[in-house]
């Protein structure tokens, strides 16, 4: 293994001055599912491993009404899936959650980890854009927000700046109503081939917004916009759930690789995509509560 520095800042100002300091060559180490096993392999080489796990700062869930949800970014899956506010008003995140890795992962795994990851097969990151998720980030010219649908550039490429950490990730105050569904295929149990995140909010009216996001279909987690756009707009029935599946499967960028084809993940996007709102559908009626 290559031979690193290692640091454990005590405070967020001091991860933000090592972060500073090594821009270049400095990783950053949180839960370490992925990074630890990169540098192992030495698919990363860093020069400085910076140990954030400890930082109160970066740890916890805050919950209001009006407010919304904050996610600190150092927050495990597992505390996610098990706080109370987070299953009774975002319940999306909480099924996304359960299909992440095994316990042991999901106990070490964080929120930030599985953002800053950029992967295409992460599970949470779809819930979150469901939920117009809004990273929080911190750097030398100090902070700024960028909203996660706009946070991914490509594979294991982010919007952060070098030096840039994320701190936290914020979620808007819940709707009256939401009811979400999340739908995967999977390769031995854990990781995802293509997933499906289906959400559909509603305040106190009767319009129902939706959200659509893909996991394991593109280069990174994505939002399929002309199908939500779709199904906000169109006569309820067989015939908007079909159109939006085949607006899912238009938005789907997906590549072969060892686990699937791209055609295979393009025709699994519509399934499940359907069947999410199918779900949801049912839910919203009534007879899935």
């Known amino acids: 293994m290559h031979p690193f520095d290692y640091a454990k800042p005590t405070s967020l100002a001091e991860a933000r ?10 990783v950053v180490l949180a839960g370490g599912s992925d990074v630890l096993r990169r540098i192992e392999e030495e698919v990363i080489r860093p020069q400085v491993l910076i140990d954030i796990k400890g930082l109160p700062e970066l740890r916890g869930i805050s919950f209001s009404v009006h407010g919304g949800l904050s996610l600190g970014a150092t927050t495990t899956i597992s505390a996610l899936a098990a706080h109370n506010d987070v299953r009774r008003h975002y319940s999306l995140l909480v099924k996304a959650s359960h299909q992440l890795g095994s316990l042991r992962i999901r106990n070490r795994a964080t929120v930030g980890g599985n953002i800053c990851v950029a992967l295409p097969q992460t599970d949470l ?4 854009l469901c939920y117009d998720a809004t990273c929080h980030l911190l750097g030398p ?32 105050a819940p709707a009256a109503y ?10 031995g149990g854990q990781t995802t081939v293509v997933g499906a ?11 129902t917004e939706w ?47 060892i686990r699937a084809s791209a055609r ?5 996007v519509g399934v499940l995509v359907r069947r999410g709102i199918e779900e949801v559908i049912e839910q919203l009626s009534g007879r899935g509560r």
Do not use: F, N, W
Not at 17 to 26: E, F, H, K, N, R
Not at 178 to 187: C, E, I, L, M, W
């Open 17 to 26: 001055t090592l972060l500073a300091q090594t821009a270049a060559d400095g």
């Open 125 to 128: 990151p779809p819930a979150l």
């Open 141 to 172: 010219e100090g902070e700024r927000t960028v909203p996660l649908s706009e946070c991914y550039k490509g594979t294991r490429q982010t919007a952060l700046e070098p030096g840039e950490l994320l701190v936290r990730v914020t979620l808007p």
């Open 178 to 187: 939401s009811y979400g569904a999340y739908h995967t295929v999977r390769q």
């Open 197 to 207: 995140a289906v959400l559909a909010r509603r305040a106190s009216g009767p319009s």
């Open 211 to 257: 959200r659509i996001a893909l996991a394991a279909a593109a280069p990174y987690p994505l939002r399929a916009y002309e199908a939500e756009t779709h199904l906000a707009s169109a006569e309820p029935g067989a015939a908007m759930v079909e159109k939006a599946a085949e607006l899912a499967m238009r938005a789907a960028q997906p590549a072969d690789d």
């Open 264 to 268: 295979y993940r393009r025709s699994m």
